[in-house]
DNA sequence: TTCAAAAATGTAAGTGCTTACATTTATAAT
DNA sequence: ATTATAAATGTAAGCACTTACATTTTTGAA
């Protein structure tokens, strides 16, 4: 069944029918209403091929996360797909892991099906070295590009970030009020969030007297029990009391750690995590997170994109603040 | 940059690019190369879209899962995206939420995009009314249609799950053993697999002289804090001393109560999860699941669409069994 | 060397749609 | 009634590919 079955059921040349199916204004009610009743009598969908073919787009945006089972992308991917839906936009998914060759493939994959724009979901797109985010600079170079938790400048590319560094910085700050004097930074590796993380927790420490050596910075990236381990031989040379994590899942691998090593929390060590993710709630004690408000992130991105493609001028990169939920493993007036 | 500028940069006609970008077998070794370099050399990519009018195909299939928020679900995307990648198929995904109007639009969406074949992730795609699955038999009249977690009967659907009905009832029949008398099952919602879950359930406990009542079939799909006080006001009425959850989240909400109510758990209460997701080894005690085994059951399904794609025959219902993963929930010899 | 079969290549007709341009029909001002 | 103008419709040429069929070239046995 295509336009050309339809204009014949209808008596109309196919012209009037795909005038009818782009809502085009020179067409009579009369003729538009009986076009459209063949349509639903017929129940005919049109080809999305030959369609994008002719217009050069199919209401697609591609999305790249390195992993949706990390649960953090996989809420983004949830939040932007039913964003774009809203605006009648289709998403074309990739979980391109965490190796740069295959982030190159997808990002050319999806250019290859001709989507509209590029969503990167999650800082660790951005790569140290400028040469290696060549493949974001050419894809930009095609459609609008949105990074969703980090910043690079270019044309055509647009960021739209957490505060990172402000929320780290106050988190840290706290901790410097309410007494303690020997706060740890622990990350996963240091991706471009991690480092704006990490500038924030420095700031704070450093307005504070305490300016963080290395034994201030850990880093781990194992399962919950390597961290666990990680953090206990730690506490033998340099004993830490609050620690501030780039993610809930590290901030439980500490509560792990605490409760092996007899530390009472918060008495004995603070911490404050980041994502306030369902990890937060489910560990014991509550977790104290940061929360970077992934949909309002997404929701912004979406709103942003919109406006990007109906060519009005949009900010290169907009940072929306954080709040920090307190819990449990934090003092009670932090 | 087409088809047609390559064959003149190579010297060849557009038929013989054509063919090479084809891997058809009658181009000779030379000519291939030649316009293999060409192509390099330009950087040329084919139009996706005039490829998939012709080929009616775009290597593309359809996954849909109702919120790839939801961890477990946000973990099957990746392995089937990943998978499907594996073959050279590309996924289009659609996060459809829980309305079921949405479901329908969203299968129409895909379908209308041509793709090769569509997966449904999770039971939650079956509705009890066989009326309200049209959509599920519309689809698979048109595409081979594979159904994950669910069981749905009908030509060209084909389903892949998890044998819930034998992990719940061993994991039941366990409690028995070690001597409770008082189990309770908890579930979200009457969803497909919460049935067969529920079946197992059962079944254990008819086999061991207490059929289970109303009493012992709990339901709650809140979050934690109600999940919690829900047991809170059962546990008055009718004490329960084992708990068998259709999620991890919900294991954690009985050990939310345990901890408030003061039960020693196992001693008191002995608690079985599932999904054997990064929860059960956060929360404290950490959590006896079972593990129905996501990666194998993606991969299964992969295996099968290409089979099924590949003209082979293959069985309507692939069952694959779960494995009980111990840890502190359950008493040491379960 | 010849010639039939096989292999390589080319020609041209689709694929289902959009749209510039041409043509017909309706509208309304004279 | 007669036009000029606007609105509605139709015609046909793309868009970037694939492929059946036709043609040319290569291969190797007689």
């Known amino acids: 069944m295509n336009i050309y079955d339809i204009s014949q059921k209808s008596g109309v040349s196919i012209a009037t029918v795909s005038r009818v199916l782009n809502n085009s204004k020179n067409v009579s009610e009369k003729t ?3 076009v459209l009743a063949v349509m639903e009598e017929e129940d005919y969908q049109p080809n999305a091929f030959a369609r994008g073919l002719m217009l050069n787009t199919m209401q697609t945006i ?49 250019l290859s099906r001709h989507v509209d724009a590029l969503i990167f979901i999650g800082s660790n797109f951005i790569e140290r070295t400028d ?40 988190a840290a700050r706290r901790f410097f009020k309410s007494g303690f004097r020997h706060p740890v930074f622990l990350s996963r590796s240091s991706s471009f969030s991690g480092v704006r993380k ?37 506490y033998q040379t340099a004993p830490f009391d609050a620690l501030l994590a780039t993610d809930d899942e590290l901030a439980v691998g500490a509560l792990k750690f605490a409760q092996k090593a007899g530390l009472s929390v918060p ?24 929360d970077n408000r992934l949909e309002y992130l997404c929701s912004t991105s979406v709103t942003l994109l919109m406006n990007l493609m109906a060519g009005k001028k949009v900010p290169e990169k907009t940072e929306i603040s954080a709040e920090l939920v307190l819990r449990s493993t934090t003092p009670e007036h932090f």
């Open 267 to 290: 008495k004995d060590l603070a911490v404050v995590g980041y994502n306030n993710s369902l990890l937060s709630i489910c560990c014991e004690p509550e977790l104290t997170s940061i």
């Open 32 to 34: 538009r209403r009986k």
């Open 131 to 170: 040469d290696k985010n060549a493949y974001l600079y050419r894809a930009a170079s095609q459609v609008p590009v949105i990074i969703l938790n980090g910043y690079l400048k270019g044309t055509n590319i647009y960021s739209v970030l957490c505060d990172d560094v402000e929320a780290s910085y106050s």
């Open 62 to 110: 591609g999305l790249l996360c390195s992993d949706s089972s990390d649960p953090y992308l996989g809420r983004a991917i949830s939040f932007l797909e039913q964003g774009l839906r809203g605006h009648s936009y289709d998403s074309l998914l990739c979980c391109t892991g965490y190796d740069s060759i295959q982030k190159e493939k997808c990002t050319d994959m999806l």
């Open 198 to 234: 990490q500038t924030g927790f420095e700031k704070a420490c450093q307005e504070a007297g305490f300016p963080p050596g290395p034994d201030q910075l850990l880093q781990s990236s194992g399962p919950l029990k390597e961290v666990c381990d990680m953090l206990a031989r730690h």
